[in-house]
């Protein structure tokens, strides 16, 4: 689209302003409609509490991390201390699906666990009982 200003001596100023406002409010609409966002599963697990999420309240996270420049790595462990809230047998933990995961434990024994995304969804031997 092209426009055109004819600059009189004394409405120049406020017609071009004018011209430049109609203009930017057109391609501001324009942008404003024709991004629709569509929500995929990944940014419902990030984004948004859920069943998995609400049950507990962490109150400390103890990290050992061990860094190898020169083989590029990260190690470590995360132990996690939380409140139970109410009663659920599913836990939802967020970790970037480039790191792998070698296991997870509750009093020293493995949980079953299923990865989707950057979400980690923990099995709970049973179910988690209030104030645990």
């Known amino acids: 689209m092209s426009i055109f200003i004819i600059k009189a001596p004394r409405f120049g100023i406020v017609l071009h302003g004018t011209i430049f406002f109609l203009f930017w409010f ?62 659920a047998d599913k836990m939802q933990i967020d970790l970037f699906a480039q790191y792998e995961i070698l296991s997870i434990n509750r009093f020293g024994l493995p949980l079953e666990y299923k990865r989707d995304g950057n979400a980690i969804i923990v099995q709970m031997p049973q179910r988690e009982g209030l104030g645990m």
């Open 26 to 87: 057109q391609m501001a609409h324009a942008q404003l409609t024709s991004q629709k966002k569509t929500f995929t599963h990944q940014d419902s697990l990030r984004g948004g509490l859920n069943e998995n999420r609400t049950w507990f309240d962490v109150s400390a996270y103890e990290l050992d991390v061990k860094i190898d420049i020169k083989e590029r790595t990260i190690k470590g462990e995360c132990t996690m201390e939380y409140k139970v809230l109410k009663s």
